[in-house]
């Protein structure tokens, strides 16, 4: 009975490489995030999705694409993959745009050697 | 531009102790405060929130301060516990906006 969960927990994978992490909430949000945490624990928003239209997609590398087939899913599709990517990944949702408070996964590390 | 900076950016404090960290916004318009806790390999989680019609919010061992004036904003731990070592986030949105984190604070608490 997670709230949000988000898998795989990890990945290792070569540069250039095509990855995927899948993002679901059974708290009947309306609206769901990803974020980045680098390794500096900064956390950035990358996208919003409020009823599946997607609210904000902050200057991210069009190399990401976010896709939320039905509003209890989010899904983060990475293609050729760089050094750079490697970062945990949050997925957050919320009940209603700019409530303030985040349900967050526990997180996709990624690491791209 | 960071709107919300974060201050320290690590604290160790000993059992006991009281823990505080600060956060300062630029943007007048935000309207909501929440600190989020965030343990290793864990998300973030919201651990007490704050609006600006009030100066105080107290939850058990947590208080946050708010001076609208300044534009800042502050976490208070009182009696810390080992089991507070966390990364503490502060946050602040408006109603049109979703949340602008500050950097984070590293906390460690001394058995």
């Known amino acids: 009975d997670t709230a949000v969960s988000q898998t795989p927990k990890y990945l290792v994978t070569q540069m250039g490489n095509d990855k995927s992490i899948k993002c679901e909430q059974n708290?009947?949000?309306?609206?769901m995030y990803w974020y980045k945490q680098d390794s500096k624990k900064f956390l950035k928003i990358m996208f919003s999705?409020?009823?599946?239209?997607?609210?904000i997609n902050e200057t991210v590398p069009n190399r990401f694409s976010p896709k939320s087939p039905d509003k209890a899913h989010l899904n983060l599709h990475i293609n050729s993959l760089e050094l750079g990517d490697s970062a945990v990944y949050f997925c957050?949702?919320?009940?209603?745009?700019?409530?303030?408070?985040?349900?967050f996964g526990e997180g996709s590390r990624l690491t791209v050697l | 531009q960071q709107q919300v900076k974060q201050s320290p950016q690590s604290l160790i404090v000993q059992k006991g102790g009281i823990s505080i960290i600060n956060c300062a916004y630029e943007?007048?318009?935000?309207?909501?405060f929440p600190w989020y806790q965030q343990f290793p390999g864990k998300g973030p989680a919201l651990l007490i929130a704050?609006?600006?019609?009030?100066s105080e919010k107290k939850e058990g061992r947590f208080t946050i301060s708010f001076n609208k004036s300044a534009k800042q904003f502050s976490l208070h731990i009182m009696d810390s516990q080992p089991g507070d070592s966390a990364t503490y986030f502060c946050?602040?949105?408006?109603?049109?906006?979703?949340?602008?984190f500050g950097k984070g604070t590293m906390l460690l608490v001394s058995p």
């Open positions: 708290l009947g949000h309306d609206t």
């Open positions: 943007n007048t318009a935000f309207d909501y």
């Open positions: 957050a949702s919320s009940q209603e745009w700019s409530t303030g408070e985040l349900f």
């Open positions: 946050a602040a949105s408006n109603g049109y906006s979703t949340l602008t």
């Open positions: 999705y409020n009823n599946k239209e997607l609210i």
């Open positions: 704050i609006r600006p019609d009030v």
